[in-house]
């Protein structure tokens, strides 16, 4: 029997009592009128009222007009997930209107404009306001009209579950960097529907904001995408060449943003080059020639990006130059859903390019891992002179979270084994030779200088065909097998050096659940509503591939995991069962592949299910 984990709204209402800090908003309006913004003042201000808060948005990928819904949950427990449903619904587009009304679980709220000729339920909680004559009332100019009409919404939201006008302005300032003439028309707006609001309308639901005094002390808000951005300019990334594609296109615009935080503090000057090329193709051979050249490089991307760059993904695993790619994915195939999330271009990453290729991906499953991963993903690819994947999606990317302050970097960069004019003479003395593609130390890592240095031996020929370990072309089966089984080495050597996984639970429980990337929020959430139902599970969060070995030792010691991923065909269930030799018969994969996060109700359903519950 599936659990109910979110119920409605009577049986949360028990006694009459409020429902503090602990539902979900969803604002659907259309596309390009604004709505951005007054989004982003709800989420700020809960922010700042302490509360624990996420905000999501479910936006069209074509034009303006079409239909758009940003989803704003409160947690007092801080569950970050997408909800299983919407305790209140702000009905803005008449077009979708039905659709939204009947989506809301009995005893649910809608704000809708009056004059609104959508099907009423009797189960639900409707206030009207009068959106249209508010608007025109306000004096507002014509042209802004459209824009400043939302935020009627925002100041009926604001009276009815107790937002502070004070905390709105100062939200509003800082949304328009300060700028009191935009930030007051929209606050006029605002006060004027909270006014109205007041005066008309008769509260009749259980839903509150209540300030927690502290309650986000500390924390910041912000995208994956800022912080893989933020993280890779702390990680001293030198060129970046990008085409713009959704959802990545932003971690690139926060990196024009931010790069001030490079510049040479003698001269002013940048020390970051950011180019747009022409396609993706330009970009990752832009990124590969200056990985090559000696420059910590990285580029920025989604899955049909990914695609086309195929064949230079081979080039620098195989010429084993390093340089990053950031994956923020989408779902496919072809186009596909440009704004909806997913998880399906595991196996792409870590097998791109034809041939046998097996590249290291990093999985990030927060905007702190994000950042983490940005400067962390730059040491790793000159460490093991190899391209590095971060594979990011969309849910993390684009929408607002909250996170702790980032842990910055406290070690000197890792270069590697890279030579320079001292230490290549110092190798020379020692070694008698330098060969670039010899494997002197046994982990299957050669040394390699940069072009330029001033030494008669430190040229070698780049070579992405057949070669020695002399960097001599070759055609000799030998030569070819045992290069390929020497850059095998080193990315197998990786599995205990990359992030290992991350486990919760005391490692008692009969049951695991396995998982990765922003799979995470839900299930926390769902940990927490198995074991009220008797089910404790212990939790174990992948976060790079190659596989570290502890993947299999808890597999191994469960007498049930379940495999959850965001895509349709069980990628990482493939990659697992395909890296081992043991029997994995009692590991379940669960695929879901719907486009949307995850949701805590679609866990606790399926294991609830498959364990007879």
Request: hydrophobic share 40%.
């Amino acid at each position: 029997m599936a659990l109910n984990v979110q119920p409605a709204v009577q049986a949360r209402a028990q006694d009459g009592k409020p429902i503090i800090n602990d539902f979900t908003i969803v604002a659907a309006t259309k596309n390009g009128t604004g709505s951005q913004t007054s989004n982003n003042v709800l989420v700020m201000s809960l922010f700042r009222m302490g509360i624990p808060v996420n905000g999501k948005n479910l936006f069209p990928s074509n034009i303006k007009g079409l239909p758009t819904w940003y989803s704003i949950r409160a947690s007092k427990d801080g569950y970050v997930a997408r909800p299983a449903h919407n305790d209140i619904a702000v009905v803005m587009n008449p077009e979708t209107a039905d659709e939204d009304i009947q989506k809301l679980p009995s005893g649910g709220v809608c704000i809708i404009p009056q004059g609104s000729t959508a099907a009423r339920r009797d189960d639900v909680i409707f206030y009207d306001i009068p959106v249209d004559a508010l608007v025109k009332e306000s004096g507002v100019n014509a042209d802004l009209r459209e824009r400043v009409a939302n935020m009627v919404y925002v100041g009926a939201v604001a009276y009815l579950f107790e937002i502070p006008l004070d905390v709105i302005w100062q939200v509003l300032l800082d949304n328009f960097s300060g700028k009191e003439k935009p930030a007051k028309i929209n606050y006029d707006m605002v006060t004027r529907a909270y006014e109205w609001t007041k005066a008309n309308i008769t509260k009749q639901d259980p839903f509150k904001y209540e300030p927690i005094p502290g309650g986000n002390a500390g924390k910041i808000v912000i995208t994956g995408n800022e912080a893989g951005g933020l993280g890779a300019l702390f990680g001293g990334v030198q060129v970046v060449a990008w085409y713009p594609i959704t959802p990545s296109t932003s971690l690139i615009d926060a990196m024009f943003e931010n790069q001030g935080i490079r510049k040479d503090p003698e001269t002013g000057k940048n020390t970051i080059a950011i180019m747009q090329a022409e396609d993706e193709i330009a970009a990752i051979g832009a990124i590969i020639g200056a990985g090559w050249a000696g420059a910590r490089s990285m580029t920025s991307t989604s899955g049909p990006g990914i695609s086309l760059m195929g064949e230079f993904a081979g080039l620098a695993y195989f010429a084993e130059i390093p340089c990053v790619v950031w994956d923020v994915t989408r779902i496919g195939p072809s186009t596909g859903l440009p704004t909806r999330t997913g998880q399906g271009d595991l196996i792409q990453l870590y097998t791109l390019s034809h041939g046998d290729t097996h590249h290291i991906v990093l999985i990030p499953s927060s905007v702190k891992e994000a950042f983490e991963f940005g400067w962390r993903a730059q040491d790793i690819a000159e460490l093991y002179q190899t391209i590095v994947f971060v594979m990011s999606d969309l849910d993390l990317g684009m929408n607002n979270w909250m996170s702790d302050p980032f842990d910055y970097p406290d070690q000197p960069l890792n270069r590697g084994k890279t030579l320079d004019l001292e230490s290549l003479t110092a190798f020379l003395a020692e070694k008698g030779e330098w060969y670039r593609y010899k494997d002197y130390d046994g982990d299957g890592i050669p040394y390699r200088t940069i072009p330029g240095i001033d030494h008669p031996k430190a040229a070698y020929f780049t070579r992405g065909t057949g070669h020695t370990e002399r960097a001599t072309y070759s055609e000799r089966s030998e030569d070819w097998v045992a290069n390929l089984s020497r850059i095998k080495r080193k990315i197998n050597n990786a599995r205990t050096e990359l992030p290992q996984p991350v486990v919760m639970g005391d490692g008692q429980a009969r049951v695991g659940i396995l998982s990765y990337g922003t799979n995470d929020p839900a299930i926390i959430e769902a940990r927490d509503y198995l074991a009220a139902q008797g089910i404790p599970t212990d939790y174990m969060r992948i976060r790079a591939l190659p596989l570290s070995p502890d993947v299999q030792q808890f597999i191994d010691s469960h007498e049930r995991v379940y495999l959850l991923e965001n895509n349709f065909d069980a990628q990482m269930a493939h990659i697992i069962r395909g890296e081992t030799d043991k029997d994995t018969r009692h590991m379940k994969a669960l695929a879901l592949g719907d486009s949307m996060p995850m949701t805590a109700k679609w866990i606790v359903d399926q294991i609830t299910e498959s364990e007879g519950k």
